[in-house]
């Protein structure tokens, strides 16, 4: 955010996933209500919706991925809670004559994944897909692909980086040059990691997933 601000950022397009792994889901809305925000609804969102019915699911999406949507389901207020499981998806933008979709996976499928080695020119709403700038998220691995006419982005994750390290991955869009610059920025990781150990000791993945060489 001290990044964004410092960049003179005047717009935020988040790809979904405010909540999940890890808790603190109020506080990300706190910090985000400060901001002129597009956001799409991830998979976790959907995840929470589910949970909040079904006991079950709430136990089996706890297992895979630790307590950190029962955290948010405890910490949240109705009125948040219903907002996140409402969000769009996907979300059409019209930002200074480019035509942007924002979506969580594609935009038929929030679960679908998009890696950088993946072939997306075999994918068929790719290039049925009447946009400028197709962006995308869900993977954590940032990506820049041209499809056609298109740009295919991945900011990657703030939260939960898979490529590499502990740094926070986004990327800046300089609507007047039409130039995307990734970038990333150093965060002090330790309390979260803190948290996994001593929450999740049976999944060692949430705290390993932030010391990656």
Same mark, same amino acid.
């Given at each position: 955010?001290?990044?964004?601000?410092?960049?003179?950022?005047?717009?935020?397009?988040?790809?979904?996933?405010?909540?999940?792994?890890?808790?603190?889901?109020?506080?990300?809305?706190?910090?985000?209500?400060?901001?002129?925000?597009?956001?799409?609804?991830?998979?976790?969102?959907?995840?929470?919706?589910?949970?909040?019915?079904?006991?079950?699911?709430?136990?089996?999406?706890?297992?895979?991925?630790?307590?950190?949507?029962?955290?948010?389901?405890?910490?949240?207020?109705?009125?948040? @809670?219903?907002?996140?499981?409402?969000?769009?998806?996907?979300?059409?933008?019209?930002?200074?004559?480019?035509?942007?979709?924002?979506?969580?996976?594609?935009?038929?499928?929030?679960?679908?994944?998009?890696?950088?080695?993946?072939?997306?020119?075999?994918?068929?709403?790719?290039?049925?897909?009447?946009?400028? @700038?197709? @962006?995308?998220?869900?993977?954590?691995?940032?990506?820049?692909?041209?499809?056609?006419?298109?740009?295919?982005?991945?900011?990657?994750?703030?939260?939960?980086?898979?490529?590499?390290?502990?740094?926070?991955?986004?990327?800046?869009?300089?609507?007047?040059?039409?130039?995307? !610059?990734?970038?990333? !920025?150093?965060?002090?990781?330790?309390?979260?990691?803190?948290?996994?150990?001593?929450?999740?000791?049976?999944?060692?993945?949430?705290?390993?997933?932030?010391?990656?060489?």
């Amino acid at each position: 955010m001290n990044a964004a601000k410092a960049c003179n950022v005047d717009r935020l397009f988040i790809t979904g996933d405010l909540v999940g792994y890890y808790p603190f889901a109020k506080d990300v809305l706190v910090l985000l209500a400060a901001w002129d925000a597009d956001i799409v609804r991830g998979n976790h969102e959907d995840m929470l919706q589910q949970s909040i019915t079904d006991k079950a699911y709430l136990e089996k999406i706890t297992a895979k991925y630790g307590t950190g949507l029962l955290s948010s389901i405890n910490e949240l207020s109705a009125q948040e @809670i219903d907002y996140l499981t409402n969000l769009p998806h996907p979300l059409l933008l019209n930002i200074e004559h480019k035509d942007i979709v924002l979506s969580h996976g594609s935009p038929v499928n929030v679960n679908d994944y998009f890696y950088p080695d993946n072939d997306l020119t075999s994918c068929d709403w790719v290039t049925k897909m009447d946009c400028d @700038i197709f @962006i995308c998220g869900h993977t954590h691995y940032p990506m820049k692909k041209i499809i056609g006419d298109k740009i295919v982005l991945n900011p990657g994750s703030v939260g939960q980086p898979r490529n590499k390290g502990s740094a926070a991955h986004w990327v800046l869009y300089d609507t007047s040059s039409q130039h995307f !610059e990734f970038k990333t !920025e150093d965060y002090d990781t330790s309390n979260i990691i803190e948290w996994a150990k001593v929450t999740n000791p049976n999944l060692p993945y949430l705290h390993r997933v932030f010391t990656r060489q």
